[in-house]
Structure formats: structure tokens, C-alpha cells
């Protein structure tokens, strides 16, 4: 071979060696670039799987918003705003008032304010009275619509008094809310496609969303026969019947009456369920009958406790507590459930509730209103209440409570003392007539709640309470 031929050979060798090294560079780096595709396809195909699972999600978080932005202003409620703040040391003031306790003094706790929605606001409160008041108090404190928080409570114990009733501690109080400043903006809220519509298909959920809110209110019953912890628990070397003190026997004797008072009641209460000797259910005008005398009944006990704790009658600790736990507390819950709605059956219909209404307007017409609120109380506890059943019945019993209401109205005008001795009628003016001597034109005031409304010939119409009464001259 000569040697031009292997140098042709050589430089097609290098030059192939040359070409399959780029080549093969060439393939290495497209499984590069097909392998980065890959995984930035694989990445895209993940966010569109998200975005699509966000987008699914809307519907979700929209609802959510909806049911938020309806209810939020109903969430600021609890929170006073700029007016209220001002009322702020007289709701204390007032609450104290109705607790039964002193308010010796009333200061506002001077803070820096700070930056946001909600800017907080407290009270420093001095007090004398009672535990029981003191509890009354904070549980008036804890149902305020706003919200109020006792932050603080310092108590400085009474001596020991004639009485462990008679305790009268000092108290220190510190009591806070937030006042929820409107004018702060928040964020600009997102717009929501066709929101009023959605809204309208929302309703019952943000109905339920508030009614979840809603928290039960506590209310305080009183002592329930414990004692003040503040106080020394022991009587005086005399005893429980030392001086000014009623025997022991005697005291018994009272709570045997109380008790035995309270067995007639429920045994009053078992004849109206029909749960009484025979068995049989009592007629509605029996049942009437029976409700009269136990409330009648009702009112005498509570009249003797009342009696029993306001003159400290009950000086033995254990005789005291027997009242408390087997006379009192039962009695309020027998009354309790007296009161509780009645299943639908024992309702009246739309037929009997449009008889009842018929005889009442009748009775009113002819001026025999004792006759009217007889009609309504022999069917009082079968009428159910004004927000139940259909449009029609509502309807209905709200005209018969407004009749009835009507008639207590005229009676309790009957009973005033409205003497006429005189009138002039004036068509081109105000008429005037003289009521018990003196001078009234139309449109002023009797008294509090009695107005002239009109003059007529034969008559003068009154405004009382809101219900129009003609007086015949």
C-alpha cells in the first residue's frame, strides 16, 4: 500500500472517529434536552392537577366566603360600636343596680390604643354587696348581648355579720370588651360571579351557620341552698335558736307546711295530665279549672318562701337547705315544664281558632268584655303559639291573642276613674273636652299611657296602650 492510500485511509478513519464522537455527543445530549421535556412535562401535568383540583374547589370556597360575609356583621354584633362605648359605664352602673349591689365607684383603665379592628376597653369596678349578688351581677355581665369579659374579681370578705345572709363583702371588679372600630378597611374583598343567586340557594346554610353562633344563655338561680364561703359557717354560742331565733320544732313546721303545699300542687299537675285517680284525662274547661287553682296555689308558696328567706325564718342550716332542695328547686321546675310547648296534636285547629275568634269580636261588639277573656282562657292552653303550624293558623292566633289583649286593655280602662262634664266640638279645629275637671284638646296626653284621639257627638275616643276605646257620653 503506498503511503498516500494510508494517509487517505488515516485521515477517513480520524474524520469517522471524529463524526461518531459528535454523534454520539449529539444523541447523549437530545436524551438530555428528551429527559428535561420529560420531567418539565411531568411538573406541568402536576400544577394542571392542582389548578384543576383548586378550580373543583371553588365551588367549595365560595360557598364557604358566602356564608362568612353574610354572617360576619352578625359575628362584629357581640362587639360594641362607637355609640355604645359611650352607654358602656352606664350598662355597669345599671347591671349593678339589678344585681342588688352598691357601686361605690366606676373608672375607665386608661390604655394606649393600638393599631387594628378591635380596640379594647376596661373598667374599674368597687362594689358592696352579697356573694349571691356578686354572682347575679356576672352572670348579667356573661348574657349582656356584647360581649363582656371580668378580666379581674378581688373580694375582701365581711365580718361576720347577725346572719350568714347579712354577709356584705367588697368587691373589686375588672371588666373589659373591644370596641369595634368600622372605619378600619381590611383587604378588598374578592367579587364572586352571580353572588346575590348564590346567596339565595345559601340561605338555610347561613341560617344554620348563625343559629351555631348562638350560644344558650345561663341564667342564675340564687343560692339553692348553699352557703357563702366568704363567711364562717358556724352559729353563735346560742345556737340556732338563740335570741330572735324561732324554735327548732317550729321551723320544721314550717317546712312540713311548704312541702305539704307543694305535694297538693303536684298533685293538682298529675290530675290535669291525667295521671290521677281513674286515669282519665280532665275536659278542657276542667283542665281550665285545675290551672286556675294550682297557679293559684303556685302563688301562695312562692309568696311563703319569699316570706321564709327575706325574714331569715329558717336559721338551721339543714332546714334551710330541705327547703331550698325539696320545696323551692322542685317547684320552679314543675312550673318550668308546665310551660313548655305542647305537641301539635293538642293544638287547635284553623276551624276552632276561627269559632274562638267569631266569639270574641261578638263579646267585644257588645261591649261584654269579661265574656271575651273567659272565651280565650277556656281555650288558653290549646291555642299553641303564634309561630307555629301553617300561614293560615298563625294568622289566626294572632288575632286572638290581639283580641285578648284588647279586652285586658278595656278592662283596665274601665276601672279608671274618667269622669266627662263637658265638650265642644270644633269641625274646622281641634275639639276639647273636660275629663275629671280639666281641659283636654285632641291629641293629648291624660296621663302616661292615655290619650284624646277623637271627638264625636254622641262619644269620645281614647288611646290606651296602643288600643282605641270609645267612652260613650
Not at 349591689?101 to 373608672?107: A, E, P, V
Request: proline share 4%.
Amino acid at each position: 500500500m503506498v503511503p498516500n492510500e494510508k494517509k487517505v485511509l488515516l485521515g477517513i478513519g480520524v474524520v469517522s472517529l471524529v463524526l461518531a464522537g459528535v454523534g454520539a455527543f449529539g444523541i447523549h445530549y437530545a436524551l438530555g434536552k428528551v429527559s428535561e421535556e420529560e420531567t418539565a412535562i411531568h411538573d406541568l401535568q402536576g400544577k394542571i392537577k392542582e389548578a384543576r383540583g383548586k378550580i373543583a374547589q371553588i365551588p367549595a370556597d365560595e360557598k364557604d366566603v358566602i356564608i362568612l360575609r353574610e354572617n360576619v356583621k352578625e359575628y362584629a354584633k357581640i362587639l360594641p360600636d362607637e355609640k355604645e362605648v359611650t352607654e358602656y359605664a352606664r350598662t355597669l352602673a345599671h347591671y349593678s343596680s339589678q344585681a342588688g349591689m352598691i357601686l361605690t365607684s366606676l373608672s375607665p383603665e386608661i390604655r394606649q390604643k393600638r393599631k387594628g379592628t378591635f380596640q379594647p376597653i376596661r373598667y374599674k369596678m368597687k362594689l358592696q354587696g352579697s356573694l349571691w349578688q356578686l354572682m347575679r351581677l356576672i352572670n348579667l355581665l356573661e348574657n349582656h348581648p356584647r360581649f363582656m369579659q371580668v378580666k379581674q374579681i378581688r373580694l375582701s370578705a365581711a365580718r361576720k355579720g347577725k346572719t350568714v345572709g347579712d354577709a356584705v363583702h367588697t368587691v373589686g371588679l375588672t371588666v373589659e370588651t373591644y370596641y369595634y372600630n368600622k372605619s378600619v378597611k381590611g383587604k378588598t374583598q374578592v367579587k364572586i360571579p352571580n353572588y346575590l343567586s348564590k346567596k339565595t340557594d345559601l340561605e338555610e346554610a347561613i341560617h344554620n351557620a348563625r343559629s351555631k353562633f348562638e350560644e344558650d344563655k345561663y341564667s342564675f338561680k340564687g343560692p339553692s341552698g348553699r352557703r357563702d364561703i366568704f363567711v364562717d359557717p358556724r352559729l353563735p354560742s346560742q345556737g340556732a335558736e338563740g335570741k330572735g331565733r324561732l324554735p327548732r320544732k317550729q321551723q320544721q313546721r314550717i317546712v312540713d307546711a311548704c312541702r305539704k303545699l307543694l305535694a297538693e300542687i303536684v298533685e293538682i299537675k298529675k290530675r290535669m295530665d291525667g295521671k290521677g285517680p281513674g286515669g282519665s284525662r280532665p275536659n278542657i274547661i276542667q283542665r281550665f279549672e285545675l290551672g286556675k287553682e294550682m297557679s293559684k296555689r303556685i302563688g301562695i308558696l312562692r309568696s311563703k318562701i319569699q316570706q321564709i328567706e327575706e325574714q331569715g325564718l329558717l336559721s338551721y342550716a339543714p332546714l334551710h337547705s330541705q327547703l331550698v332542695t325539696n320545696v323551692k328547686e322542685p317547684l320552679e321546675k314543675l312550673v318550668a315544664s308546665s310551660k313548655e310547648k305542647k305537641p301539635e296534636s293538642e293544638f287547635l285547629g284553623v276551624d276552632a281558632l276561627e269559632r274562638i275568634k267569631k266569639s270574641m269580636e261578638d263579646a267585644l261588639d257588645l261591649g261584654d268584655l269579661d265574656l271575651a277573656v273567659e272565651r280565650y282562657k277556656l281555650a288558653q292552653n290549646k291555642i299553641g303559639p303564634a309561630d307555629f303550624g301553617t300561614p293560615k293558623r298563625r294568622q289566626l292566633v294572632k288575632i286572638v291573642k290581639g283580641l285578648y289583649r284588647k279586652a285586658l286593655v278595656a278592662q283596665e280602662f274601665a276601672r279608671k276613674k274618667i269622669k266627662i262634664t263637658g265638650r265642644i266640638l270644633r269641625p274646622d279645629g281641634l275639639s276639647l273636652v273636660i275629663i275629671n275637671g280639666k281641659s283636654y284638646f285632641e291629641g293629648d296626653p291624660v296621663d302616661e299611657d292615655l290619650f284624646v284621639k277623637s271627638l264625636t257627638p254622641d262619644s269620645v275616643e281614647f288611646i290606651y296602650k296602643g288600643v282605641v276605646i270609645s267612652k260613650k257620653i
